[in-house]
């Protein structure tokens, strides 16, 4: 009998709102936004990249509430290597005329292995996939980031969504997925991430709390 997903996101829409106060909502308003017609500008282009390296290694919420970072090392470098990723924003300029032609010019996975392939004329410095991916949902476009959370709940072991955890084949099953059940990516990827991540829901985590789990009938594990 084939799993009534759509159902099980409306399940952790529902246990989020009761468990877990002061969810960040700004990707799903920006990707809203962009579906009501709003063009992002530059600006606001490289403020989204901006913030996906800070939130790289650090909480969103104190990107948000603070927009300060103290992590490590590859966040320094990449704050270091700014002035020539917006070099490489300025030559998209150039070459399509602007970065919002650019991002909606072809399918998104098409953008991020533009940014984030490095053989791109394209390619960002010190920026993967998952980074691009955040950086493009900042900006409205609808993406899952396949960071590790969401590779864990959706794998083999757990909710069985995804046969394969490479980046580009997360990106793909999510997109059939969200196709198929009239879910937003970035809503799928918001529900769950929220689920997993500590801090907030903290129950699909590294070690999963599955007696405590409102979707276990859906999980290969549970």
Known sequence: MEKDYKQMFNILDGYLKDKVPDIDLTILEAV???KNGKIFTFKEHLKGFIYAQLSALVSWKKIKDKLKCYSPYTTKNQMQSLKANIETFEKIEQDFGS?????THTMPVNIIKLLADSKSTYKLKYSGVALVCEYLRNVGIDVIKPDVHIKRILGVER???VKSTSDY???KECKKLSDKIGVSQVKIDYLLWNYCSKGYGEVCSAKPKCAECVIKEYCNKG
């Open 159 to 161: 909710l069985n969504i």
């Open 99 to 103: 970065l919002e032609k650019f991002v």
């Open 169 to 171: 084949a997360v990106i």
């Open 32 to 34: 809203n936004n962009r």
